[in-house]
């Protein structure tokens, strides 16, 4: 079940984008009177779910899940019929539009793309707001994993500045040191003292390479005391703070309750700072699995930023932009060869995957946004075959003057749909390869 509804969210997600994206043409063709031969959701080789005729376009749902198209007359295209360039050009061709009309058609797939991304950035955020936790509540500091530690981060570290900018939301701290070009300097706070850490771009990409950013910090949590379920605690009261266990002082819940683990059926001495900052000492059994009777309480709360209906518009555009803008910072550090992360380019099931086991609303629209931004960048890359390739060639004639041959457009499709079909072997190959390997 949860492999279906992973599945389900996938396909409704991409139908939506795919959809969205050749309506984006079918819209600008229309407009310059350009005829549209066929509008698909889906591809159709051989035959059609579903179809039906209205003026010059056909409209279909197609049997092949793998996107769709929108067929414009007088075009090389993805579907590479070129019968109809063997004729005489017509005024309601592609081929017979000025330049600019033919860019606005070639870029509209990806603008509406954009479109999309900001009007779901703007829903969520009227809708839920935007949640995040912020770097100054972390008091107690973080735990880091092992490539972090080699790197020469401490538990307990506290971030101060990245290459001068004071992180807010926790989420920028491990964002600044994946994506990025170049050296990062780091200022931790450890124990009261500011450290300078020096991490070189080698350093930071042999991490990336080593996935050393899943769980590359977690935040410390103290040991705070929420309720007591031991009759023997019963003094204990909510607010009081565990400090220590047997003089070992951590001031950490995770590693208070490993420790308890390795002391099963044993006693231990409980150091606790009352609500009143008075410390008591006090002794008690851990039970068969490890525990004390004693129910923690999180300190920590979301930052919640709510925003009327006029509000949330800028801020779904800032959001669009500034996700625009970390996606391309990905891409560029992908295709640099020496950084080896081509490797972490996914296909079909690495996009399913980013779904959750459960349907939620919020995820789903957070990824479909995601994923219109990735649709649109990677659309504008100049390959022949994709919008941006097809868009390259018509920014050369508008700024030359000179139109490239209808021949040369064919073999450059043949060529870009080499190079794409490589591209898809790529991505799926790696999911194949992290499918039976990890």
């Known amino acids: 079940m949860d492999i279906l509804i992973k599945i389900l969210q996938f396909f409704l997600s991409f ?3 795919v959809g969205i994206h050749e309506f984006g043409h079918f819209i600008a063709a229309r407009l310059f009177g350009i005829r549209v031969d066929k509008f698909y959701i889906f591809f159709d080789p051989w035959f059609s779910l579903f179809k039906f005729k209205k003026g010059d376009t056909e409209y279909g749902v197609g ?4 996107g769709g198209y929108c067929k414009i007359a007088g075009m090389v295209d993805e579907s590479m019929d070129t019968e109809q360039l063997k004729q005489a050009p017509q005024s309601w061709e592609f081929r017979t539009k000025p330049a600019w009309q033919r860019f606005v058609v070639l870029i509209a797939g990806v603008t509406m793309n954009v479109l999309l991304a900001m009007a779901i950035y703007t829903g969520m955020c009227y809708t839920w ?20 530690h080699r790197l020469g981060f401490e538990d307990g570290d506290r971030f101060v500045s990245i290459d001068g900018q004071k992180p807010d939301d926790i989420m920028e701290i491990v964002n600044a040191l994946v994506i990025t070009e170049s050296d990062r300097r780091v200022v931790v706070n450890r124990k009261g003292e500011e450290i300078t850490l020096h991490l070189s771009l080698d350093e930071l990409i042999a991490m990336r390479q080593e996935r050393g950013y899943e ?4 935040v410390r949590m103290p040991f705070i005391i929420d309720s007591v379920t031991n009759p023997s605690l019963r003094t204990l009261s909510r607010g009081d703070e ?5 003089g070992v002082k951590e001031g950490d819940f995770i590693a208070y309750t490993d420790y308890l683990g ?5 006693q231990v001495q409980l150091t606790v700072r009352r609500t009143d900052s008075s410390v008591d000492t006090l002794s008690v059994k851990v039970d068969a699995a490890g525990r004390l009777g004693i129910i923690a309480g999180n300190p920590f709360t979301f930052n919640v930023k709510e925003y009327t209906f006029w509000e949330s518009i800028p801020a779904g555009i800032r959001k669009t932009g500034n996700v625009l803008s970390s996606y391309w910072d990905q891409l560029k550090l992908i295709v640099q060869p020496k950084t080896e992360l081509y490797k972490e380019v996914g296909g079909f099931i690495a996009i399913a995957n980013i779904f959750p086991k459960t349907w939620d609303w919020q995820v789903f629209w957070s990824m479909t946004a995601f994923l219109s931004i990735i649709l649109a960048v990677m659309n504008l890359l100049p390959i022949p075959g994709l919008d941006g390739g097809h868009a390259l060639f018509t920014l050369w004639e508008m700024i030359t003057g000179r139109k490239p041959g209808d ?11 080499v190079i ?3 591209l898809l072997i790529l991505a799926n190959g790696n999911d194949i390869y992290k499918l039976f390997m990890h």
Do not use: C, R
């Not at 049997?63 to 793998?66: A, F, G, I, T």
């Not at 769980?215 to 977690?218: E, Y």
């Not at 565990?242 to 047997?246: G, K, L």
């Open 63 to 66: 049997w092949l899940p793998l």
């Open 129 to 148: 707001g935007e949640t995040y936790s912020s770097n100054d509540q972390i008091k107690w500091g973080y735990n880091f994993n092992e490539a972090a």
């Open 262 to 266: 390795q002391h099963k059926d044993q």
């Open 15 to 17: 139908t939506l984008l």
């Open 215 to 218: 769980n590359f910090m977690t």
């Open 242 to 246: 565990v400090i220590a266990i047997d």
């Open 420 to 422: 794409l079909l490589l």
């Open 407 to 417: 021949k040369f457009l064919e073999v450059a499709q043949y060529v870009g749909f």
